[in-house]
């Protein structure tokens, strides 16, 4: 069911198998294979999936290659919803250990909000990250071309960006190493620092060896039209024409709600077994969170793992039917 401010107060009133947070492949791939193991799901997406943002999915098996991203995630919501499971837009605040029940302390509405609180045996974190984009006195001019020819992921798209006249825009030393395994894909790449860190001399030589060019100046705009990006005003304005960019300039996690319980980190990611399970027995994190690669492919079959394990502890931990019962 859909949830709502009118009718969630039931859903709060219950104690589901799973509360997943986050709706998008990953979550939702949970929430289906949950259901389909007929368990009590509530899936609570604040809306803001990666996926979301994709405008064409080329490395989806099955997907035309212009399959966009929202295309995929209203249909697996709508999917979800057919097996009977409960969906709510809304931002989780908080989460509380209750011993063998967790209690999840939503945020409902973005105006006039309200707070509630949903439980449940289980937590699967699928709430994701968000890249962090250049920061230009008008980022609308960014958004005009981030998801288009302006991409995020060397994994999704390295190969759209095939022998082109790439610049990459980085925002550390550590950042700008994707240019090396960019360098697979083309020999024509310009690192933009923007001046928000030194260039060492390691990386200035490793750079000129590869003849890959370095532009320190700070970025005015970005130029193209019809979303594809043709090259970059920079800040004394010069013009550097290019015909495709890659930003690498680090993700904001979306979980602070797990902050509480100290789980194993590697990096920013959560460290999970071959299951999708935490360092918490009863929490599991899936897609963009946990330790692997950041793709919709990989989020969605973590989902199917992370749902299946909890099945079958749930089964193990639950008497077995008899023919009276």
Request: charged residues 25%; hydrophobic residues 40%; negative net charge.
């Amino acid at each position: 069911m859909k949830l709502s401010k009118q009718n969630l107060q039931p859903a709060t009133e219950k104690i589901y198998d799973t509360i997943v947070v986050g709706g998008g492949a990953g979550g939702l791939s949970a929430g289906i294979y949950l259901q389909r193991y007929l368990l009590n799901t509530l899936i609570i997406d604040k809306g803001k999936a990666r996926s979301f943002w994709m405008t064409e999915l080329h490395n989806y098996l099955g997907l035309p290659p212009d399959t966009p991203g929202r295309s995929v995630l209203r249909q697996g919501k709508e999917h979800f919803l057919s097996l009977g499971g409960d969906l709510l837009d809304a931002y989780v605040d908080e989460i509380f250990d209750e011993g063998e029940i967790f209690a999840v302390r939503v945020k409902v509405g973005r105006q006039n909000s309200k707070y509630h609180t949903f439980r449940a045996k289980y937590i699967i974190a699928a709430s994701g990250i968000i890249d962090y984009l250049p920061e230009l006195d008008n980022m609308r001019n960014v958004y005009d071309y981030a998801g288009y020819n302006l991409h995020v992921c060397l994994i999704c798209d390295g190969y759209e960006m095939k022998d082109k006249k790439v610049g990459v825009f980085a925002s550390s030393a550590g950042n700008a190493e994707v240019v090396f395994p960019l360098g697979w894909f083309t020999k024509d790449i310009t690192l933009f620092t923007q001046e928000l860190f030194e260039v060492t001399d390691d990386l200035r030589s490793r750079l000129k060896a590869q003849g890959y060019q370095i532009e320190e100046t700070p970025i005015e705009q970005f130029i193209g039209e019809n979303h594809e990006m043709s090259g970059v005003e920079l800040k004394d304005s010069r013009v550097i024409e290019l015909e495709t960019g890659l930003i690498s300039m680090g993700s904001k996690y979306h979980a602070t709600y797990l902050d509480k319980f100290d789980l194993e980190k590697q990096g920013g990611n959560l460290v999970t077994d071959k299951m999708a399970r935490t360092s918490h027995p009863r929490i599991f994190a899936i897609g963009d969170l946990k330790v692997g690669l950041n793709q919709v492919v990989v989020a969605a079959a973590d989902g199917a793992l992370a749902a299946t394990q909890i099945w079958r502890d749930i089964r193990r931990s639950t008497p077995p039917k008899t023919a009276f019962s």
